[in-house]
């Protein structure tokens, strides 16, 4: 069995042997390769199933990641993540170099639009689900918040549920308020790996582990539960 993963960066970390791709790998006794970038799009999550020979792999895991994100094809999370807090001044939502500032200001003022980008996003994601070798499970969850997505599944199967609400969840439990109030306190994720504590890694290649070995699990996923501390 060799599987694939393609999304953000809740699917990174390849090399840490307690992040869900390696529990995963261990669990199942089987090669996981991980293509996932940090800040990419879901046109870049395409990108990354499209171009590593999706048909040599016997499972797909997709993760969805935030709609909003621009499909930038290089991947440069400045690009990408510019419009995530879209309350702030453009140039200044993230530490942007400044030769990006000016084209990032005229980008948003004179070319964005979000019923485009939108659809860009949804349309990259249903790509996956078409172009699906006929052999091959293909597993979708989402790792942002994705309720304006409206996709055809097919005969891929979709996990309900939110790596995202996950984080926030953890958050909260510690008795932070907000992912920028956790970074500014610990700017390199402290205890965390793929933005989620190593039990819930665990917890994640455990529930992922089950839903591959049922057979069923593309008519009837109610005995898998996300079970999260």
């Not at 940090?38 to 046109?43: A, F, I, K």
């Not at 597993?139 to 984080?167: R, V, W």
Request: with cysteine; net charge neutral; glycine share 4%.
């Amino acid at each position: 069995m060799k599987i694939m993963v393609c999304g953000d960066s809740f699917g990174i970390n390849r090399d840490n042997k307690l992040s869900w791709i390696n529990w995963l790998s261990r669990m199942l006794k089987c090669t996981v390769d991980t293509y996932c970038q940090g800040g990419c799009s879901n046109y870049m999550t395409y990108l990354q199933y499209k171009n590593n020979n999706p048909e040599k792999y016997d499972i797909a895991i997709i993760l969805i990641t935030a709609s909003h994100r621009i499909p930038i094809v290089k991947n440069n999370p400045h690009l990408c993540f510019m419009i995530d807090s879209n309350d702030l001044p453009k140039s200044k939502l993230l530490s942007i170099p400044n030769n990006y500032s000016q084209a990032l200001d005229s980008y948003m003022d004179y070319y964005f639009d979000r019923e485009v980008n939108l659809f860009v996003s949804q349309q990259s994601i249903q790509n996956i689900i078409n172009r699906k070798p006929l052999r091959q499970k293909l597993f979708i969850l989402n790792s942002g918040a994705n309720e304006n997505l409206h996709l055809d599944y097919k005969d891929s199967i979709y996990l309900p549920g939110s790596l995202y609400l996950i984080l926030l969840e953890e958050l909260h439990k510690s008795g932070f308020s907000s992912i920028p109030e956790y970074n500014k306190k610990y700017p390199d994720e402290k205890d965390k790996i793929n933005h989620l504590s190593p039990q819930n890694n665990y917890n994640l290649a455990n529930f992922l582990k089950n839903v591959i070995l049922d057979e069923n699990a593309n008519r009837d996923l109610s005995k898998h539960n996300w079970t999260f501390n």
